[in-house]
């Protein structure tokens, strides 16, 4: 499925905390399980950090941008 394919409803902050809800249900539960023969897959993890990054960015400063996505900035003051 592309990304493109993917529709979320509601605010991009909704959005933010269903995506984190996801993300804390896989680290709590985690990614599968099995009982007997019925088999239960979560969402993909590596798919919902990257939206939750996008999502973070949006509620941050408007539109998302790949431009610079894995960049920080330190302040080192006095010496």
């Known amino acids: 499925m592309s990304d493109e394919a993917i529709k979320l409803y509601g605010t991009p902050e909704e959005q933010l905390n269903t ?33 939750q990054k996008q999502l973070q960015a949006t509620v941050q400063g408007g539109e998302p941008s790949n431009l610079l996505a894995d960049t920080f900035v330190a302040v080192f003051q006095g010496r």
């Open 19 to 51: 995506i984190n809800e996801a993300i804390y249900t896989i680290l709590k539960g985690g990614q599968s399980y099995k009982i007997g023969t019925r088999e239960l897959v979560r969402a993909n993890l590596n798919q919902l950090l990257k939206m």
